[in-house]
């Protein structure tokens, strides 16, 4: 499809051959590669130009402000194994991705149970509904700080946080999964005589399964933050606790790198669980990159290129009711 | 070929004022190698008594029986959509409904694949093809079940005209080989005729108004003045006992 563009767009731009490396450098420019190493850069141009401001008004600023280089020095120490915190960066991520993957569990168990019943019984929807909003809105500070009274500092209260941060995304998530059960398929495994364990395991789960893979999509993100969060007030050790650990040393560069450490790690995590995963499963439905479609139509439209004549058609598409 | 008999076959939807009769004391018997169609207006109970001798509905009141020499007959199932599974593949979608996986079983499924020429789309999900390839796949499921009696609920009318003419060929064709007995839905008057040698006509509120044999030989072409002709006379039946009347 888009070779099909491109040639088109040649055709329309005519015979322009200075224009070359301008197209040329369009291309580059247009590419998602280059959108995307651009902002890191832009970012860092903001942030020096911030240390100036601020420091040109509040002189005291320049030791509380760290540096790029200062935290990216940081950073790499960090990933090369060295510091001064009790743990270095990879026994800290263990500690708290085993609390984070623990609550996760939990909360996917709980939250499914629920959200199927929710799903199938509108009394049990009414007795939770309420419940599931309040927990939603509840901050992560307030559960952090109860929990880390209620269960002092260990693992049990930083566990306890990611379970009641993900939990309302699964109910919530599970109960509209049960709610869009493909009926018509059920109907059409019973005029077949289908086992109903067939059923189950053939139509009934993958029917739930994007919904919680959504689900523990959300918990995954929003409960690394309530982890964190956690870790600083109830944890001996893991990321949030590791956070605080440099903001007590009065170490600036700490807490922005390590920080950036925990972005990184959980996009990287992210990357290569998710997005593998949901390849794996979801690889039936037809168009995963929907976005670049659309893209790729609105550029179509904005040249008005023609059509060019092996653009593919549907001539089995339902269309009319009809017959001849 | 199986033996379909429908007595005092009543059904009702909804209570008190909302009270719809979808089905009035339906009775009929079918048998042998069979293409029966069943026509009427919109509402007026086709799918419903289609659905009732599946067994996804249960009847208010009156008796179904479909037998196959004494026994329960075995059915199979086409929908107005395909109705496949769309996280499985074409073949697995066609064993999902088998007993079994075995390899005769995996045989027959391809055998029946490359009878609605998609032998080779048994890898493909079914949203890799097109409505027409989908609905096609959904009648090869149904026939590899090898049933005794098929049930077609407006197979062909979400798709295209062109589209639809073959596939009624197709199906003509598979019906010759096989004599599975077929009841098949349909509001396209020039499809029943096309297809089947018996046609039942519904009227408005459920009731059976009339039962036409038609005994052109197959394969009929739409295009034939006999064709068109038996066409003309089932309309005229239809306006004679007021079935195309619309309330």
Redesign the interface.
Same mark, same amino acid.
């Given at each position: 499809m888009s070779a099909d563009l491109r040639v088109a767009g040649r055709t329309t731009a005519g015979p322009q051959r200075a224009s070359r490396t301008r197209r040329a450098w369009r291309t580059v420019w247009r590419s998602p590669l280059a959108g995307r190493l651009t902002f890191p850069i832009v970012c860092l141009i903001v942030w020096l130009l911030a240390i100036k401001v601020v420091t040109t008004i509040w002189p005291f600023a320049v030791d509380v402000l760290p540096t790029p280089w200062q935290v990216f020095g940081f950073m790499f120490d960090e990933i090369m194994g060295k510091t001064v915190a009790p743990h270095n960066m990879y026994e800290t991520f263990a500690i708290s991705l085993q609390r984070l993957g623990i609550g996760m569990v939990i909360a996917l168990i709980i939250g499914t149970i629920i959200g199927i019943a929710m799903g199938l019984s509108k009394a049990v929807n009414a007795f939770f509904n309420d419940w599931v909003v309040a927990i939603l809105a509840m901050p992560n500070l307030a559960w952090a700080l109860f929990c880390s009274l209620a269960f002092g500092f260990g693992d049990i209260g930083p566990t306890i946080v990611v379970v009641l941060t993900g939990v309302p995304f699964v109910i919530i998530n599970v109960r509209e999964g049960v709610r869009n059960t493909p009926t018509?398929?059920f109907?059409?495994?019973?005029?077949?005589?289908?086992p109903r364990q067939?059923v189950i395991r053939?139509?009934l789960i993958?029917s739930l399964?994007p919904f919680l893979f959504a689900a523990a999509r959300y918990s995954f993100a929003l409960g690394w933050k309530g982890l964190v969060v956690a870790e600083v007030f109830g944890g001996q050790d893991g990321a949030g606790w590791t956070i605080k650990f440099w903001y007590d040393a009065h170490r600036a560069y700490g807490v922005v790198g390590y920080a950036l450490l925990f972005v990184i790690f959980a996009l990287v995590f992210e990357k290569l669980m998710f997005d593998q995963l949901s390849k794996r499963l979801?690889?039936?439905?037809?168009a995963i990159d929907a976005a670049d479609v659309v893209e790729a139509r609105f550029d179509a439209q904005t040249k008005a290129a023609p059509q060019p004549p092996t653009a593919p058609s549907?001539?089995?598409?339902?269309?009319?009711?009809?017959?001849? | 070929m199986a033996e379909i008999t429908v007595q005092n076959l009543h059904k009702d939807f909804g209570l008190g004022a909302d009270k719809v009769v979808a089905l009035e004391n339906v009775n009929l018997s079918i048998s042998g190698k069979a293409f029966v169609s069943v026509v009427g207006a919109s509402g007026c109970g086709k799918s419903t008594l289609l659905n009732i001798l599946?067994?996804?509905e249960t009847p208010t009141s009156g008796n179904v029986s479909i037998t196959q020499e004494g026994r329960p007959a075995?059915? +199979?199932?086409v929908?107005q959509?395909a109705?496949l599974?769309?996280?499985?593949t074409v073949m697995d979608n066609m064993l =999902?409904?088998q007993q079994d996986r075995s390899k005769e079983t995996r045989e027959r499924c391809q055998h029946y694949l490359e009878m609605v020429q998609l032998g080779d789309r048994g890898d493909k999900?079914?949203?890799?093809l097109? +409505?027409?390839?989908q609905q096609r796949v959904g009648i090869a499921r149904a026939f590899s079940?090898e049933p005794d009696v098929l =049930?077609m609920d407006e197979p062909?009318?979400?798709?295209?005209?062109?589209?639809?003419?073959t596939l009624r060929k197709e199906l003509n064709t598979i019906w010759a080989e096989t004599g599975t007995t077929v009841v098949f839905v349909t509001h396209?008057v020039?499809?029943a005729v096309e297809l089947s040698n018996r046609i039942l006509v519904f009227a408005k509120g459920g009731r059976l108004a009339d039962d036409i044999d038609v005994t052109l030989p197959f394969p009929r072409d739409?295009a034939d003045t006999k064709v068109a002709v038996t066409k003309a006379e089932v309309f005229k039946t239809f306006e004679d006992i007021g079935a195309l009347a619309i309330s």
């Open positions: 018509d398929l109907d059409m495994a019973r005029a077949f005589g289908v067939r053939q139509v993958p399964l979801f690889k039936w439905r037809p549907a001539p089995d598409h339902p269309r009319s009711n009809d017959h001849g | 599946s067994g996804i075995h059915a +199979g199932y929908f959509a109705r599974l769309p996280w499985r =999902f409904v999900f079914p949203g890799q097109s +409505g027409g390839m079940t =049930f062909f009318s979400h798709l295209d005209a062109i589209t639809a003419r396209d020039g499809e739409v």
